[in-house]
């Protein structure tokens, strides 16, 4: 506390990202909510978790098991998620703040659920290394995420760059690619709901049937 208040006067929400294990068994991915003055408010554990690289599905297990029956047990030690359970909604001061944690980005509805007021996303893109094409699909999505619900989008990258992102889908201030840089902006609260938030998907899916 003493450290969170030599940072301001004013109040502060600290959000950080850590995987840690609840029962001795089983890691989750888990987003962190911190009041400068209040402590720990709330937890979120991952939900939307990464193919190869938080879980290994029956298809790929199977002959792993045949090849390299070490390679299974140390990716269920190292690196297998669990799904988290938390809310992914953190009520603060009268708003609603949705906390995405990385792949969570690339699934519409959970973007809009609860409709927030605005939503962050907490990202590790460091397995990408830089690549121009997983960085441009990656804010393609944050952008569609915010044109879809009408607000504005926060994408913290731990690694590449971070962006604050306007309901209309644009880019209002991003951090330098070539630096480390703390990014700073405003963003504006949104109660409203577009109607991708009343329908969802199934406009989309009975065209397509259609």
């Known amino acids: 506390r003493k450290y969170f208040n030599n940072l301001s006067k004013k109040e502060l929400l600290i959000i950080d990202n850590f995987k840690t294990t609840t029962d001795n068994l089983n890691l989750t991915s888990n987003s962190v909510f911190i009041s400068s003055q209040n402590g720990v408010i709330g937890f979120y554990g991952k939900q939307i978790l990464t193919m190869a690289g938080e879980y ?6 199977l002959p792993l098991v045949l090849i ?24 603060y001061q009268d708003r609603n703040i949705k906390i995405l944690v990385c792949s969570d980005l690339i699934y519409p509805p959970k973007a809009g659920n609860g409709n927030p007021d605005f939503i962050i996303t907490a990202g590790s893109y460091a397995i990408w290394k830089g690549s121009a094409i997983a960085k441009n699909q990656i804010l393609a999505a944050a952008r569609f995420r915010a044109i879809e619900n009408g607000k504005y989008m926060v994408l913290a990258a ?27 902006g405003t963003v504006i609260p949104n109660k409203n709901r577009t109607w991708y938030n009343y329908l969802g998907d ?9």
């Open 56 to 61: 290994l599905p029956h298809i790929v297990k």
């Open 68 to 91: 390299n029956p070490d390679f299974i047990d140390w990716f269920s030690v190292n690196e297998q998620l669990m799904v988290g359970t938390d809310s992914d909604i953190i009520p």
């Open 158 to 184: 731990n690694s590449d760059q971070s962006y604050i992102i306007n309901p209309l889908g644009r880019v209002e201030k991003t951090t330098d690619p070539e630096s480390y840089e703390l990014l700073t």
């Open 202 to 210: 199934w406009p989309i899916i009975l065209l397509s049937a259609a």
